[in-house]
C-alpha cells in the first residue's frame, strides 16, 4: 500500500505522497529522521540544552551510529530518557554487486524493512570525481515508460535519514572493502523522484552537506528531477544543489507518451520553470536525454532541442538507452547517437555522450528497482514506432 495522496497546494492530478513518517520501525520518534530544527525543538521539548541536539546530530549523521548507547558524550540518564521515547533506524547493506569497471551497486535495506539501491560510481580519470547516486523514495510513482523503478510503483518516501545515511553505508562498505576512493560528488538520480519527497529531502541535503554531517559541499550534489515544476525554483532557493532535468523528449506529443508527467507541466512549463531557477552561484542546469531508438533519436529532434534550450545555461547528457528485458525501447545505432551529438554540438550547445557504467550489474541509468522485491514489470506499453 502507498502512502500517495494529493497536494491541493500545486493543484496536480498526479499522486503526491504524504511526508514521510518520522516514526521508526520500533514505533517511537526516529531521531534520525529529524533536522536540526527539529532536533533541537525534540532536545528543548525535555529541557536539554542546546548544544545536546549538536553532540546527537553529529553522532548520527558524521559518525553513522546505530544506536543511543553509542553516543557515549551524552549522560546515561539522559541516554535512558530518550530510549523511552525515541529510537535510531538503522539502514544496512544488504548486497553489493560490483561490476568489471569499478562500479557497485548497493541493496540497502532500510530499517522500516524495504530494500532501496544505491550506486557508487568510481572515476579513474585525474579529476577523479567519484559519484554516489542515492536513492529518495522507494518506487516511484512517476512511470516513465523506459524505467525500471517505475514498475514498482510508489512504495514509500524515504526519511531524510534513511535518504542522508545511504552515504555513510556506502562509506564504510568502501572502507571495509578497501577501495580508497572518496566519494566527492552525490547524485540524486536513483529510485524515486526527489522533489516528491521534497521536505525530506531537503533535510537530507544538509544532513549530506553539514561540516558535522556528510561533509560533501552542497554544490557537488545533483538533483534530478522528471519536472515537478512547482518545485523547481523553490528548490533553487531553499538549496544550493545543481538541477539536472530529465527531458528525453522535444515534443509534448513524445513527451506526454514516454514521461506521464508531461500531462500535467508541459515542456514549456518545465523550461519556464528552468529559468526562474537562481543561477548565480550555479553553471549549468543539466538536461539528460535519453537517446530511444526511432522515438526521440531524429535530426530534427536534435535541432529541436537545441532551440528548446537556446536561452538557458544549459548542458546536455546523452544516454543512450540501457536495454533490458522488460523494455520495448532499443538503444540507437553509434552512429545515430554521434549524429545526434554533432548536431547539437555544432549550434552551440554542449552535449556529452553518458558512457554507461555498471550495465553488467544493471546499475546504470533506468534500471534501478530490478532486483527490489515487489517489482511487478514484465512488460511495458509499446510506444516506439
Ligand atoms: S525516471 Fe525517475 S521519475 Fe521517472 S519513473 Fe524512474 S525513478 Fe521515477
Not at 505522497?17 to 520501525?25: E, I
Request: proline letters at 4%; charged letters at 25%; aromatic letters at 4%.
Amino acid at each position: 500500500m502507498t502512502e500517495a495522496t494529493q497536494t491541493a497546494d500545486e493543484g496536480t492530478s498526479l499522486a503526491v505522497p504524504a511526508k514521510s513518517s518520522n516514526r521508526g520501525p520500533g514505533g517511537k520518534l526516529d531521531l534520525r529522521a529529524l533536522g536540526r530544527v527539529e532536533l533541537a525543538a525534540f532536545v528543548a521539548e525535555l529541557g536539554e540544552k542546546p548544544f545536546r541536539a549538536k553532540q546527537m546530530f553529529r553522532w548520527m549523521h558524521q559518525r553513522g551510529v546505530r544506536s543511543l548507547d553509542e553516543m557515549t558524550d551524552l549522560s546515561k540518564s539522559f541516554r535512558a530518557r530518550l530510549e523511552e521515547v525515541a529510537e535510531i533506524s538503522s539502514t544496512e547493506v544488504s548486497a553489493v554487486e560490483v561490476s568489471k569497471d569499478g562500479t557497485r551497486k548497493y541493496a540497502l535495506r532500510t530499517g522500516r524493512g524495504q530494500i532501496v539501491e544505491a550506486v557508487f560510481i568510481p572515476d579513474a580519470s585525474a579529476e577523479g570525481r567519484n559519484t554516489l547516486c542515492i536513492s529518495s523514495q522507494v518506487g516511484c510513482a512517476l512511470d516513465c515508460q523506459f524505467c525500471l523503478t517505475a514498475a514498482l510503483g510508489l512504495i514509500r518516501n524515504l526519511t531524510a535519514g534513511e535518504i542522508a545515511e545511504q552515504l555513510l553505508r556506502v562509506r564504510e562498505d568502501l572502507k571495509e572493502a578497501g577501495e580508497e576512493r572518496n566519494i566527492n560528488n552525490l547524485v540524486m538520480m536513483g529510485m524515486g523522484e526527489p522533489l516528491q519527497n521534497y521536505d525530506a529531502l531537503v533535510r537530507a541535503i544538509d544532513m549530506l552537506s553539514a561540516e558535522d554531517g556528510g561533509a560533501i559541499s552542497a554544490r557537488r550534489m545533483t538533483v534530478s528531477t522528471s519536472g515537478l515544476v512547482p518545485r523547481i525554483p523553490r528548490l533553487g532557493k531553499d538549496t544550493k544543489v545543481n538541477l539536472a532535468v530529465s527531458l528525453n523528449a522535444t515534443t509534448d506529443e513524445v513527451r506526454d507518451q514516454i514521461m506521464p508527467i508531461n500531462k500535467r507541466w508541459n515542456i514549456a512549463q518545465l523550461l519556464g520553470a528552468c529559468r526562474d531557477f537562481p543561477m548565480p552561484e550555479r553553471r549549468r542546469i543539466t538536461f539528460e536525454y535519453v537517446l530511444l531508438a526511432g522515438v526521440n533519436d531524429t535530426e530534427d529532434d536534435a535541432r529541436r532541442l537545441v532551440r528548446l534550450l537556446h536561452d538557458l545555461p544549459a548542458k546536455v547528457n546523452l544516454i543512450p538507452f540501457n536495454e533490458h528485458p522488460y523494455s520495448p525501447f532499443s538503444r540507437p545505432s553509434d552512429r545515430a547517437i554521434a549524429r545526434f551529438q554533432r548536431i547539437v554540438i555544432d549550434r552551440g550547445l554542449s552535449a556529452f555522450v553518458r558512457t554507461p557504467r555498471g550495465d553488467d550489474i544493471s546499475a546504470a541509468c533506468g534500471q534501478l528497482g530490478v532486483a527490489v522485491e515487489g517489482s511487478k514489470r514484465t512488460a511495458l506499453p509499446i510506444v516506439a514506432s
